[in-house]
């Protein structure tokens, strides 16, 4: 029994609160308390139904689909839309389910638009990195091989990784962040791929994010004891507010 008490204990240190925030919002405004997360999954869904229509193929790979060997300007344009086109290489059914499980966690956690710019910027990070890396070529460090340029980025997966190393941060739950890492270092081990690198891409912006973050929650008590400020009566390492 001892094994079990502890390996308790370890779960509700590592997700009690986590999931009181997430159970408070959703006994309190069910559904409504997400509805950004719910447009995501139906955009994903109408897009992925579309694709594999041969009049919609087309409309969305020309939209949506962000390959390294396009111009600059039409993949920034791309990158938005291309976080909720799923592969075509994937079952969607996983893609639906990431998004309704990590941006719903996510949205209730950190609110709305702070979701949406945390997906976009690992989005774009991987773009990016995708441009850089064919560039440098496959002998470089960080390098890809040229043929990389003609593959289409990573979709929502991408935003999801990112995501969940982001909120594993803000609510301390450091064992299942580090285990959502290893997963993506194993999975780039495994099969090196594209679609890996951009996930590890992906962790490197939302670490970095947090590292910000983290820096601004330390600035805040200075400042309040300089007297540039006052107490919010949130107790010390709780979740910040979300906005």
Known sequence: MRPVRALGRAARREWGPLWATVRTALVADRLRAVPMTLAAVGLTALLQVVQNRSWGFGPVQTLGSVRAEDPLWVALLRTPLSLFVPALDLPVWGALAQLLLVFGIAEIC??????????????LAGTLYARIGVAIGPDGFLGLPASDSLVVDTGPSAAV????????????????????????????????????????TAIAAALLLCAVSARHDRRGPRRRRQGLGVGDGTRSGAPPIKS
């Open 161 to 200: 990784v990112a995501l969940a190393v982001y909120v594993c941060h803000v609510y301390r739950a450091w064992f299942t962040g580090a285990v959502v890492i290893a997963a993506m270092v194993g999975e780039v081990v495994v099969k090196d791929n594209l679609a890996g690198k951009e996930h590890l």
């Open 110 to 123: 950190l609110g709305r638009w702070r979701t949406l710019l945390i997906a976009y910027v690992a989005t």
